[in-house]
């Protein structure tokens, strides 16, 4: 996903799906199922993962989204 901006995030039942563009063209989808009890949160790059953080993505002002089941 390195170097896409999202475009435009949306839900479909537990399907938390990210629509990615680049150049301003569509270029793909990041899909996550949020399981039994998948969440996602921006924390600050310092903050401790903890142990069910499955997944962090850099954003551009330094903060990370993180999805934690």
């Not at 563009?21 to 998948?38: I, N, P, Q």
């Amino acid at each position: 996903v390195q170097g896409r901006r999202v475009a435009r995030v949306w839900r479909r039942a537990k399907y938390i799906v990210f629509d990615l563009e680049r150049a301003g063209r569509a270029d793909g989808h990041l899909v996550a199922h949020l399981r039994m009890s998948g969440r996602f949160h921006v924390e600050p790059p310092d903050a401790p993962e903890g142990p069910w953080c499955r997944l962090a993505l850099g954003l551009d002002d330094g903060r990370e989204l993180r999805f934690v089941d």
